[in-house]
């Protein structure tokens, strides 16, 4: 009996069939939290300025090394003086030789146009030979030609050449003519360049620079003819009484105008100044050149 009871149990189990519910999907209710916009101020930004690239720098090419002409400062020295000698070391170097040169130059030209042509041709030791040759010729057409040179190339480095000639020479006529003429010019050239300077700026004068004793800035040597031409009649006492006046140093003086005291200008000038010293020029019978006329020569 027990055994049919199961049985029934079990058929029963069988026709009861499973029941499957099927529930909707359950939505998400809980919806993301949003976020809460923050209380805390963000940073200003600042802006940079711009930065500017620039551009790349070429690199520079190496030249090719050029071979030099002086290979020590000694040897450099050398060839400095050699190009661009001192007007006393050229006139020192002056030959007889140099005047049958240029007056056989000269005898060749016969025209304007050639004369312009051998005057630019010159360097500046030619230059410094025109003076030495102008006191050594005597005959009028050659010194004219010579003096013609001198007005076609006007310029300073040839009034030091005259000037320190006329020292050497003097009393020589011509070249105090010719160095009168040289000056005059020069002078209106220094005219026209300060005029135009005085449009642009206004000149500021130049210190006074010690290079040591008798030595001469040649470029700062002014002119002799601020004081008085060298043709002049009175041309050393013209420059006496500029010493004398001004009260400036003798040697002083003859620094600043490159003028050498043991050459025949300097002694002239020097015997002349002591005569306005010593007051023997206020009276012309006490002069020495008073009594040079009745001393016999050679005593």
Avoid at 81 to 87: I, S
Wanted: with cysteine; net charge positive.
């Amino acid at each position: 009996m027990d055994d049919r009871l199961l049985k029934d149990d079990e058929e029963k189990n069988r026709a009861i069939r499973p029941v499957t519910l099927r529930l909707p999907e359950a939505e998400n209710s809980i919806a993301p939290k949003r976020r809460q916009p923050s209380t805390r101020r963000r940073p200003l930004e600042i802006e940079a300025p711009p930065v500017r690239v620039s551009s790349p720098v070429p690199r520079p090419r190496l030249a090719r090394p050029v071979p030099l002409i002086y290979k020590t400062l000694e040897e450099a020295l050398e060839g400095c003086r050699e190009k661009h000698p001192l007007p006393t070391e050229t006139l020192c170097e002056h030959t007889p030789s140099h005047a049958t040169w240029l007056s056989t130059q000269l005898k060749q030209v016969k025209t304007r146009a050639q004369l312009e042509h051998f005057a630019d041709s010159l360097s500046y030791r030619d230059l410094c030979m025109l003076f030495p040759t102008l006191a050594a010729l005597k005959r009028r057409e050659e010194l004219a030609q010579i003096q013609n040179l001198i007005r076609l190339r006007a310029c300073h480095y040839l009034y030091l050449c005259g000037w320190l000639t006329l020292q050497q020479s003097y009393p020589r006529s011509s070249v105090a003519e010719a160095l009168s003429d040289l000056c005059v010019i020069l002078e209106d050239m220094r005219f026209v360049h300060d005029s135009e300077r005085q449009k642009n700026r206004r000149p500021i004068p130049l210190p006074m620079i010690f290079i040591g004793s008798w030595r001469v800035i040649w470029s700062r040597v002014p002119l002799i003819s601020d004081i008085a031409l060298p043709n002049s009649r009175h041309f050393i006492s013209d420059i006496a009484g500029e010493i004398y006046d001004s009260g400036v140093d003798l040697f002083d003086f003859y620094l600043r105008y490159a003028i050498f005291p043991d050459l025949p200008l300097g002694e002239a000038i020097t015997k002349r100044y002591n005569e306005l010293v010593s007051g023997v020029s206020a009276n012309p019978l006490l002069s020495s050149d008073f009594f040079d006329r009745f001393r016999t020569p050679g005593h």
